[in-house]
């Protein structure tokens, strides 16, 4: 991002500026697409999280767990919606739910 905004601003090679901010956007998708896993890694916590023999520690890290995943799934539709997949998604919805 600081070398594209650079390039912006000195107003020099402008394909070289373009090819920047493509590859900017690829590694920003590829990224997003990444934490798919991590949505998958936060449910699996949550069902290892709920045979913990202590209640509390069971019940805190569960919910944790849960909520972790519900931003990540919140965070994939969003994602999904930005990429075209989903069309005619509401994004500030949906980038509210995941704020909350």
């Known amino acids: ?16 500026h373009r ?8 590694m920003s998708l590829t990224r ?3 934490r798919l896993g991590n949505s998958v890694e936060a449910l ?8 913990l023999s202590d209640s509390v520690l069971r019940l805190c890290l569960t ?14 539709v969003l994602w999904a919606g930005k ?3 989903i069309s005619k998604l509401d994004q500030q919805k949906w980038s509210q739910r995941s704020f909350r």
């Open 1 to 16: 991002m600081l070398l594209g905004y650079t390039l912006h601003k000195s107003r020099v090679a402008t394909d070289l």
């Open 19 to 26: 090819t920047i901010s493509d590859l900017e956007a690829h």
């Open 32 to 34: 997003k697409l990444l």
């Open 44 to 51: 699996q916590a949550a069902k290892r999280a709920i045979h």
């Open 63 to 76: 919910i944790g767990h849960l909520n972790r995943a519900m931003y990540f799934a919140c965070d994939n």
């Open 83 to 85: 990429t075209g997949i």
